[in-house]
T-cell receptor
Framework: AQSVTQLGSHVSVSEGALVLLRCNYS??????LFWYVQYPNQGLQLLLK??????LVKGINGFEAEFKKSETSFHLTKPSAHMSDAAEYFC?????????????FGRGTQLTVWP | DAMVIQNPRYQVTQFGKPVTLSCSQT?????MYWYQQKSSQAPKLLFH???????NEADTPDNFQSRRPNTSFCFLDIRSPGLGDAAMYLC???????????????FGPGTRLTVL
C-alpha cells in the first residue's frame, strides 16, 4: 500500500528565507514521487518529480527535492522564498507497474510568505 | 499548447438539481481522472477511465457518475447534488503505457461547484 505524510499543514517563512516542506512516504514497491503546487482556485501544477534517476531533483521556480530511500522522504526545498511562492503544496506517490497510473496525495502544506 | 480544459470554471446549482461538469484534453492521454477537493484537503479520487474502462473508487457515492464518449472528453454527472457535494472538482489525465508509466498526471484548472 502507498501513503504520504506531509508534516505541518501550515508553514510560514519570511521572504528570502529557506523553504522546507516535509514529505514522507510509504510504499511497498519502488516509488515515483511528485510535488504539485496549487494556487487559489486553480488546478495542480507539477513542480518536480522523481522517477528513479538522480536522487536530487530540480523543478520549476527554483524548487528542488531529494529522494532519500533510507528515510523514505522526499522533502521540498527552496533556498530563498519569494512572495509568489505562497500556495498549497501537495506531495504524491505512485509506483512503477501501476497500469492505472494512480497517485496517492498527502494532505497538503499551506505555505505563507511574509514580506 | 496541449492542455486539460474544464468547463465551466464555476458552477452554481440547486440542492437536488442534476449537474454535469466537463473535461476535455488535447494531450491524447489514455487515462482520465476525476477528483473532488474540499477546502484545505487533498484531492480525493472519485473514479477514472483507462481508455474506455471505468474504474470506480470503493467509497465514491452512487450519486456521482461519469461518461467518456471519446478519448478527448470526460464528464462528471452529479445526479442529486447535496450541500456536502460543494467542492472543487479536478480533472486530470495521464499517459499510462503497458507495464506502467511514471504516473505523472496533468491537471485542469478545476470547476468550483456551489450548491444552494
Amino acid at each position: 500500500a502507498q501513503s504520504v505524510t506531509q508534516l505541518g499543514s501550515h508553514v510560514s517563512v519570511s521572504e528570502g528565507a529557506l523553504v522546507l516542506l516535509r514529505c514522507n512516504y510509504s510504499s511497498s514497491v519502488p516509488p515515483y514521487l511528485f510535488w504539485y503546487v496549487q494556487y487559489p482556485n486553480q488546478g495542480l501544477q507539477l513542480l518536480l518529480k522523481y522517477t528513479s534517476a538522480a536522487t536530487l531533483v530540480k523543478g520549476i521556480n527554483g524548487f528542488e527535492a531529494e529522494f532519500k530511500k533510507s528515510e523514505t522522504s522526499f522533502h521540498l526545498t527552496k533556498p530563498s522564498a519569494h512572495m509568489s511562492d505562497a500556495a498549497e503544496y501537495f506531495c504524491a506517490v505512485g509506483h512503477r507497474g501501476s497500469t492505472l497510473g494512480r497517485l496517492y496525495f498527502g494532505r497538503g502544506t499551506q505555505l505563507t510568505v511574509w514580506p | 499548447d496541449a492542455m486539460v480544459i474544464q468547463n465551466p470554471r464555476y458552477q452554481v446549482t440547486q440542492f437536488g438539481k442534476p449537474v454535469t461538469l466537463s473535461c476535455s484534453q488535447t494531450l491524447n492521454h489514455n487515462v482520465m481522472y476525476w477528483y473532488q477537493q474540499k477546502s484545505s484537503q487533498a484531492p480525493k479520487l472519485l473514479f477514472h477511465y483507462y481508455d474506455k474502462d471505468f474504474n470506480n473508487e470503493a467509497d465514491t457515492p452512487d450519486n456521482f457518475q461519469s461518461r467518456r464518449p471519446n478519448t478527448s472528453f470526460c464528464f462528471l454527472d452529479i445526479r442529486s447534488p447535496g450541500l456536502g457535494d460543494a467542492a472543487m472538482y479536478l480533472c486530470a489525465t495521464s499517459r499510462v503505457l503497458d507495464g506502467g508509466s511514471y504516473n505523472e498526471q496533468f491537471f485542469g484548472p478545476g470547476t468550483r461547484l456551489t450548491v444552494l
